[in-house]
């Protein structure tokens, strides 16, 4: 018996970018290719020529439809497969397709579509049951001018349908993808224009809202979809789907009750939604409710990833519920079990990067480098060149460079040459004092990178520190005729100017332009107090003094700087005076609140502790601080009293459960 012929069918229109890997995934697999381009004025067709495929030419006329069926009128196969440019086949399940086509009574497939929403590997997922794969019978045909149909189709016929164990991965809602093609907004005119035809179509309604989804119109995709929730039949499939949005949008919006509502109504109907509980838990993490936030998060894991019928994240059920577990426990105080969750996130999937990143700055708070290196050592995949990069950008960001670079390297041994890991090596090595290493790796970043300005400026940093001012300069002017870096190269010229005891002239920038040079000249001063370069740091703080911004601003904000790089006497020294002067935030009191501790000025420590409540009484460690420090005076009725609002704020802290205990204790 001879096999029965699979033709894939495709409508394109300048999809150079995509096609060529859309076309490679089907190699094997399907019979005939039929590419129906729609107006291209880019590479496209010639490739799809390469490829083997038959190529037609159809007259655009704002009718996907239309389009589609021409497509299938060309197909000579016995079954058909349908893909756009910006999918791709998933490798691994290919050799499950052709067995589709020998099993009887079955007249079409529903595959897994997952639509990446990110550039960032580890961004969001969204799984997709949709149908793709079916017998090519006149009678089945698209409907629909835009996000067409074809399985109403096929079941109204009494055709039967099943679900295929075979993936389709779709790029087109990445955020590059979507703005380079400007789908959306022509999308949008064709489902506009046929709702002035039937403004009571409600999946029109519901297509215009996750268009303006795509563009982040959050407010207007909500009106369209609570329009299209309206009108809708209680058994439309694309009701959860619906529901799921509504709630993304509430989420966008801030409405978090909303949310929390709308999802206990839906979750009536469909009670094994997993994205329905997790966004909950999201909502309840924004308004602080951890405790309930917690729980939400517990019956995700028990419940998995959401499977068919509905359109699920991934991850959900698993990686994403732990590593949000995590950030609940962390923000209750509750380090021992964050790491447990983080930990068991980094299981669910050891070439993830988000669990490195969480876990490894938690326990780099607490731990030596050398025993997180060996953590990570034990338990991430290292053959991996996104694990090693996430484990080399953990380390850096916690100044253990050393640390950080047996990462890079292996990284550049499994990716190769890399702009980012190139500049971060760098990075790692100027702050080591081995500037002359450094400058060899940023030779590796030319012009045509996206890293080419932070190298540059790196690579000017470097000369600076060998004492070789025109080097400096050269590097510098390599940047000169870019005027997006202008002001970072004003900061630098700045800073080479004082170092050669001569008077730096304050540039001409726009308010955006001095927040960049003020940004930079933090950047500088950073590095130089972390190499212990004193002096020159002393001078370079001349460049400070060009920023047109009060005095007791920029005290407030070296005296940060001092802070978060351990030197306390200066930190507390900058910051008082900005205090005394005014300025001050919740951030700086509170460091100001701990370093009066360590001083022995319980009084004052006191006394900022409630300043820091009065600004913010959603921060659960000055709560603690505070109950600490009135438990040191003797005044253990008020370390209570503040115990007992920190428990109305952190329901369930098992901090604030163990100083209420030992308030208890202390009071006999």
């Known amino acids: ?397 916690a100044r253990c460079y050393r640390q950080a670079l047996p990462y890079l390297d292996r990284a550049l041994e499994v990716v190769g040459p890399s702009g980012l890991l190139l500049l971060l090596r760098a990075e790692c090595l100027a702050m080591l004092r081995r500037p002359a290493e450094a400058r060899q790796a940023l030779a590796g970043i030319g012009r045509g990178s996206e890293h080419h300005g932070p190298a540059r400026l790196l690579e000017a940093f470097c000369h600076l520190l060998e004492d070789r001012p025109e080097e400096a300069a050269r590097a510098l002017d390599a940047l000169a005729t870019d005027e997006a870096w202008r002001p970072e190269v004003e900061a630098y010229r700045a800073l080479a100017a004082l170092w050669q005891d001569r008077s730096p002239a304050a540039p001409a920038l726009d308010e955006e332009g001095w927040a960049r040079f003020e940004g930079a000249v933090w950047t500088l001063l950073s590095r130089l107090l972390q190499l212990q370069e004193f002096e020159r740091f002393e001078q370079a703080l001349g460049v400070v003094a060009l920023v047109p911004r009060p005095e007791a601003d920029k005290k407030l904000a070296l005296g940060k700087l001092y802070y978060h790089l351990g030197f306390k006497d200066s930190a507390f020294e900058e910051m008082a005076a900005a205090l005394e002067a005014g300025v001050y935030d919740r951030d700086s009191l509170a460091a100001l609140a701990g370093l009066c501790v360590e001083r022995g000025l319980l009084e004052d420590a006191e006394l900022l502790y409630w300043r820091c409540l009065g600004m913010d009484r959603r921060r659960l460690a000055t709560y603690t601080g505070l109950v600490r420090v009135l438990a040191e005076q003797g005044k253990l009725v008020e370390a209570r009293q503040v115990v007992l609002m920190g428990k109305r704020e952190f329901p369930g802290s098992e901090v604030l459960e163990a100083l209420q205990a030992s308030l208890r204790l202390a009071a006999g």
């Open 1 to 397: 018996m001879e096999r029965p012929l699979l033709s894939l069918c495709m409508i394109v229109r300048n999809e150079e970018d995509n096609l060529a890997r859309c076309l490679e995934s089907v190699r094997g697999v399907a019979d005939e290719i039929i590419v129906v381009d729609t107006g291209s004025t880019d590479r496209t067709v010639e490739i799809a020529h390469a490829h083997g495929a038959r190529v037609f030419r159809f007259d655009w006329t704002g009718d996907f439809a239309a389009a589609r069926n021409f497509s299938l009128e060309q197909a000579r196969g016995e079954w058909i497969m349908y893909l756009d440019a910006d999918e791709e086949l998933v490798a691994e399940d290919t050799p499950r397709v052709r067995p589709l086509l020998a099993r009887p009574g079955v007249d079409g497939y529903l595959m897994r579509c997952v639509n990446f929403l990110g550039e960032d590997p580890d961004a969001a997922a969204v799984v997709h049951p949709q149908f793709r794969l079916f017998r090519n019978r006149p009678e089945y045909r698209f409907q629909g001018e835009i996000h067409e149909q074809i399985l109403s189709v096929v079941t109204a016929a009494g055709g039967r349908v099943e679900v295929a164990p075979v993936r389709i991965y779709h790029y087109g809602y990445q955020r590059r993808a979507c703005h380079a093609n400007e789908k959306p907004r022509r999308n949008i005119e064709i489902i506009e224009e046929r709702l002035r035809r039937d403004p009571d179509d409600s999946f029109m309604r519901f297509s215009l809202g996750m268009e303006y989804m795509r563009l982040g119109e959050f407010e207007r995709a909500l009106a369209e979809y609570q329009r299209s929730f309206a009108g809708r039949g209680k058994d439309d499939g694309y009701a959860p789907m619906l529901v799921r949005n509504i709630c993304v949008c509430l989420f966008q919006l801030r409405r978090y009750d909303d949310l929390v509502r709308v999802a206990d109504e839906a979750l009536q109907v469909y009670p094994d939604y997993t994205d329905l509980v997790y966004l909950k838990g999201l909502a309840r993490f924004e308004q602080q409710r951890y405790s309930e936030a917690a729980e939400a998060f517990r019956r995700c894991l028990e419940m998995g990833d959401a499977g068919h019928p509905y359109m699920a994240e991934v991850g959900l059920g698993g990686l994403r519920a732990w590593l949000a577990l995590g950030q609940v426990y962390e923000r209750l105080g509750d380090e021992h079990n964050a790491v447990r969750a983080y930990t068991r996130a980094l299981r669910e999937d050891h070439r993830s990067a988000l669990p490195i990143h969480y876990l490894g700055t938690l326990l780099l708070q607490r731990e030596q480098p050398e025993a997180v290196a060996a953590f990570f050592d034990r338990h991430a995949d290292q053959t991996s060149g996104r694990v090693l990069e996430a484990l080399a950008r953990v380390f850096a960001a």
